[in-house]
């Protein structure tokens, strides 16, 4: 087979997989062995220096789903860029140093400080997007392709932790996480359920693109948020900052994040993540580090994909038997 036969087939597959993934919340395939195909993908497009129009590697998240009013973002969503091992993370922090030693030469005035980091944990669930406008929540939806997404603000509103108001009234912003479902919840429900559910990410996006908001009421689902995408009346100076912002708004933030002035410390911490990983009542694929100056990250700046300034770092799957055995969920 020659390459140009091998890039449609890679691109036709993985698109397929996406479909279930992200449009129907029924996956066919692990995310290890998509995350195999896709790596695949990216290394032959590099070799041969084509990009199929079609290419996953180039777009962000999947279609949206009829019957939902579609929501343009007031900022982009984005994907993140990911590292399996070490090597990967220690090549991207290279990366991200070198960009800000090149402005720093050319910006001797203005400096970029020295990058620290903070370490949050990869919820594995669906991405909310949130919008309040004078502290009302006025709207909720899906990444969908990053630009646009799917409204989704009823099945929002069963989240108990979401707050319907927030004291900052200073006009609109968005805020970003994750909604998920405990795993406690998950075996709960599974005591009584006609049809048992076998995965909590699925459960959870099953539910929140479902058309009725009372199937999302029944699983009883919760969230993690942990960005401010977009705010038309206030900045913040680094990430600390912003997840003030968000406690003091009462939004529910995950009690394991951690800052690092070396990177050393980074990785330290990611064995540990790694460790208590099986003690979480939630689903993680991984840990997201991120630079945590905004004045740094706006100038490190986006590719077509993600932020220059984070990286996933992902954990083995957990379930890979578990869901080549499953294809027929009930979500
Ligand atoms: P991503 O891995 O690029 O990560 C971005 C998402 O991470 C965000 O949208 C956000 O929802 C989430 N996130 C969780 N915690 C976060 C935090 N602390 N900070 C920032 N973001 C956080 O997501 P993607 O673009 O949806 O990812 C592709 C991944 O999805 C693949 O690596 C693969 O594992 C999986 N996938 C699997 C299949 C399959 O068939 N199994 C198909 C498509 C994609």
């Known amino acids: 087979m020659d390459a140009m036969q091998r890039l449609e087939g890679l691109v036709e597959q993985l698109n397929q997989y996406s479909y279930h993934y992200y449009t129907l919340d029924q996956p066919l395939v692990s995310d290890k062995e998509y ?13 041969t220096g084509i990009t199929l129009p079609a290419s996953p590697t180039g777009r962000v998240g999947g279609e949206l789903l009829k019957g939902f009013t579609p929501h343009r973002h007031l900022s982009p969503l984005w994907s993140l860029d990911k590292a399996q091992n070490e090597d990967q993370l220690q090549s991207w922090n290279n990366r991200a140093i070198k960009l800000i ?11 970029l400080p020295s990058p620290s980091y903070v370490v949050e944990l990869k919820f594995d669930g669906l991405t909310l997007n949130l919008t309040y406008t004078d502290g009302k929540l006025v709207q909720a939806s899906t990444r969908g392709n990053g630009a646009v997404g799917e409204g989704i603000l009823a099945q929002v509103k069963t989240i108990k932790s979401v707050p319907l108001t927030i004291p900052y009234h200073n006009g609109t912003i968005e805020v970003q996480g994750e909604g998920i479902m405990n795993l406690s919840v998950l075996a709960k429900y599974n005591e009584t359920a006609l049809e048992p559910l076998k995965n909590a990410r699925n459960a959870a996006a099953g539910a929140l693109r479902n058309l009725n908001p009372r199937t999302t009421a029944e699983r009883k689902l919760s969230a993690f948020f942990y960005n401010v995408g977009y705010s038309d009346g206030i900045q913040y100076s680094d990430h600390r900052e912003m997840m003030a912002f968000l406690k003091d708004n009462r939004f529910k933030v995950n009690p394991y994040i951690s800052y690092h002035d070396s990177f050393d410390h980074v990785v330290q911490e ?3 993540i790694e460790e208590r990983r099986p003690s979480l009542d939630y689903l993680i694929d991984g840990a997201v580090i991120k630079i945590t100056d905004m004045r740094t990250r706006e100038v490190l700046g986006y590719t077509d994909k993600f932020p220059r300034w984070a990286v996933a770092f992902k954990f083995e799957a957990e379930e890979t038997t578990t869901i080549l055995e499953s294809v027929s969920w009930n979500v």
């Open 35 to 47: 995350d195999l195909l896709y790596d695949e993908l990216v290394a032959l497009e590099a070799e």
């Open 101 to 111: 030693a090149d402005y720093n030469s050319k910006n001797p005035d203005t400096p």
């Open 270 to 272: 990611l064995r540990l």
